[in-house]
RNA sequence: GAGCGUGUGGCCUAGUCAGGAUAUGGCGGCAGCCUCCUAAGCUGCAAGCCGAGGGUUCAAAUCCCUUCACGCUCGCCA
């Protein structure tokens, strides 16, 4: 709805300018606290106009026409800035929509195919706080992007031959793997101790590297032995996945691309640039027509394949698929990502955008699964849901057991993903684990407890007899000044969204619930809803408290948090 | 040594790419609000001049330069 507004205030204020034979690339439109939108065009023009900001400021206001049904109400000049409010239509408009599209409501404007890859963690133990930074900027990146109208399949890459497997796998021959416990959490065991064994005995390292070239060459013992470490972790990592609402479209292998001989053919067509060489015996690609100093290593010397090797032919497969490619992933592959892309680019194959996210480190320094040195999500999730038990316990101690573990499970998820969701990717982070219990105001159970209010607010008059969202109802009776505030900041979905999705920024989308939520309190402690003076009032409020309650869930659903009509 | 990222009240954080009107919100602190739709809520107060120093501009948290601190990274790991 916003979008449509601002798009109306840009076709009358250029109407104006070209009228007054001007013309402005930029009108400097921004969000104001003065007015709906604002504009500081007449900073920019006022050279050119040969007048001063304030004066023309003045000149265009008062030039601007606006067309009968306009979802512009008026445009007034206070001192250099064009200040723009809505009209009343636009707030009935925005009501009649959101009733009407209800789930749909502010999405849909974008379209074609993205691939979108997360997570991707080696599948050599359980996903711990770190990893889910990037699972949960990947999912939620996922939501925003569909319901702004692409296509998305997501992806977990499935490192299934790298030296870390090879370790793992070695580790399952020499160690007694725990089936008692959940299988990720039993791989990391065996795969620590097999670290620790190795930094003993040097030596033993050569049987590393004999089992990564066996499978590199399709022995089916080998690959038979990193398919069971693998699929063990995976297995484990799914199931953590998803109890945070997290789920993958598909889970393609890096042996894969070995196997199809993907791989072969782009250290062929690698070679046929004339940008590589040999060094040492091992295959580097020239970089420094793309920025970077040092050469890039895709073939070892005995001939096997890296990361980046196989990552390229990925690459290569992905963008066969899709119009676009997004891959989100950790600040440790802000270079590695760098030379792949300036590879594709050498290979005049398409780029992935690429979202980094900064560390989640502990107090005592950064994390580290091969040392036994994290916080693995399960735990955390495990912790949360309790305290988030002892917290609904505590408000509700009447209602079912089962209303509280559904209630504690929903609400614990949900602080979890907000809390990581709501900070800017680029911040470096420090895991407390006092700051993950806290159930803090205005994280992700404030949203969600704004939804449940809304919910009971209807649940409650429908048992009275006094609420059918079927009838016509007369928005323009929603005049008070909180009313007024919510639905507007209902409008704005559409551009949150639009600008989440553009500049894959999932936590805009955090910052509006909490935004959202907070007009929807506001508007719950100043004017009554079932207690309203006139029925007809009542009636106008009850679709208001839909709306939002319409807009909340989908919010929260967009942020891939559960929406509770009771908690 | 080099590259990238970050630095906003006691703590955490929005805004920085596209410079403009009194810098966003939370935690903590202090003072209040449940005969009224769930107080996981709401109201008010104290507290920041945006790491430091220069510069550009009518205008800088935002752009440029210098500098400091922290995080990540720097060829046969991923």
């Known amino acids: 709805m916003f979008l449509e507004f601002k798009k109306q205030v840009t076709s009358v204020l250029t109407d104006a300018l070209a009228s007054m034979g001007l013309q402005a690339d930029d009108l400097g439109l921004e969000s104001s606290q003065h007015a709906d939108i604002a504009s500081?065009?007449?900073?920019?023009?006022?050279?050119?106009?040969?007048?001063?900001?304030?004066?023309?400021?003045?000149?265009?206001?008062?030039?601007?026409?606006?067309?009968?049904?306009?979802?512009?109400?008026?445009?007034?000049?206070?001192?250099?800035?064009?200040?723009?409010?809505?009209?009343?239509?636009?707030?009935?408009?925005?009501?009649?929509?959101?009733?009407?599209?209800?789930?749909e409501f502010g999405g849909g404007f974008c379209n074609g195919r993205i691939l979108l890859e997360h997570t991707s963690a080696n599948p050599n133990g359980p996903l711990?706080?770190?990893?889910?930074?990037?699972?949960?900027?990947?999912?939620?990146?996922?939501?925003?992007?569909?319901?702004?109208?692409?296509?998305?399949?997501?992806?977990?890459?499935?490192?299934?031959?790298?030296?870390?497997?090879?370790i793992v796998s070695w580790a399952l021959?020499?160690?007694?793997?725990?089936?008692?416990?959940?299988?990720?959490?039993?791989?990391?065991?065996?795969?620590?101790?097999a670290n620790v064994d190795l930094n003993a005995d040097p030596a033993k390292v050569a049987e590393i590297d004999r089992l990564m070239q066996l499978v590199e060459k399709g022995d089916e013992r080998t690959i038979k032995g990193f398919d069971e470490a693998?699929?063990?972790?995976?297995?484990?990592?799914?199931?953590?996945?998803?109890?945070?609402?997290?789920?993958?479209?598909?889970?393609?292998?890096?042996?894969g691309f070995i196997r199809s001989g993907a791989v072969s053919r782009i250290i062929e067509e690698a070679k046929a640039t004339g940008k590589t060489e040999i060094d040492n015996g091992a295959l580097v690609v020239d970089l420094a027509d793309h920025g970077f100093e040092k050469t890039l290593v895709i073939q070892r010397t005995d001939g096997t394949s890296l990361y980046t090797t196989r990552d390229l032919a990925y690459h290569e497969w992905k963008s066969e698929r899709a119009d676009r490619m997004i891959?989100?992933?950790?600040?440790?592959?802000?270079?590695?990502?760098?030379?792949?892309?300036a590879t594709l680019r050498l290979l005049g194959k398409p780029e992935p955008?690429?979202?980094?996210?900064?560390?989640?480190?502990?107090?005592?320094?950064?994390?580290?699964?091969r040392r036994?040195?994290?916080?693995s999500a399960d735990e955390l999730l495990d912790q949360i849901e309790k305290q988030a038990y002892v917290e609904v316990d505590k408000r509700r101690p009447e209602m079912s057991e089962e209303f509280k573990k559904d209630v504690a499970r929903t609400v614990g998820i949900g602080a979890?993903?907000?809390?990581?969701?709501?900070?800017?990717?680029?911040?470096?982070?420090?895991?407390d684990w006092k700051e993950a219990l806290d159930f803090e105001k205005q994280g992700g159970p404030y949203i969600q407890y704004s939804h449940a209010r809304a919910c009971s607010i209807l649940k409650k008059a429908a048992e009275d007899g006094l609420w059918d969202p079927a009838a016509p109802i007369d928005p323009s009776l929603l005049v008070e000044l909180t009313e007024v505030d919510l639905i507007k900041k209902m409008a704005s979905f559409d551009s949150v969204l639009e600008t989440s999705a553009r500049e894959l920024k999932p936590n805009a989308m955090a910052i509006y619930a909490r935004e959202l939520a907070d007009s929807f309190n506001q508007f719950y402690r100043f004017v009554p809803v079932l207690t309203a003076e006139e029925d007809e009032i009542r009636a106008s409020r009850l679709a208001l408290v839909d709306c939002a309650r319409i807009v909340l869930a989908n919010t929260l659903e967009t942020l891939g948090i559960g929406a509770p009509e009771s908690m």
């Open 40 to 103: 500081k065009v007449a900073f920019r023009l006022a050279s050119q106009a040969k007048q001063s900001p304030k004066d023309l400021a003045q000149r265009i206001a008062d030039t601007v026409f606006l067309p009968d049904g306009s979802l512009i109400g008026k445009v007034t000049a206070v001192g250099p800035y064009i200040n723009i409010d809505a009209s009343r239509d636009y707030v009935d408009d925005t009501v009649f929509r959101i009733r009407t599209e209800t789930s």
């Open 128 to 166: 711990h706080v770190g990893h889910i930074r990037n699972s949960i900027i990947g999912d939620t990146l996922k939501r925003v992007l569909r319901r702004a109208g692409y296509d998305v399949e997501t992806q977990y890459y499935v490192n299934d031959m790298g030296r870390q497997i090879a």
């Open 173 to 193: 021959s020499r160690f007694e793997f725990d089936r008692a416990k959940k299988p990720d959490h039993a791989i990391a065991d065996v795969y620590i101790k």
């Open 230 to 255: 693998v699929s063990l972790a995976i297995a484990g990592i799914k199931e953590t996945l998803l109890r945070m609402n997290v789920q993958h479209d598909s889970f393609p292998h890096e042996s």
């Open 327 to 341: 891959d989100v992933l950790g600040a440790d592959h802000k270079l590695i990502s760098g030379q792949l892309k």
């Open 353 to 369: 955008e690429v979202v980094i996210f900064e560390f989640v480190s502990l107090p005592e320094g950064s994390m580290s699964t």
């Open 372 to 375: 036994g040195k994290f916080i």
């Open 416 to 431: 979890v993903r907000y809390d990581i969701v709501k900070v800017s990717p680029e911040k470096s982070t420090v895991f």
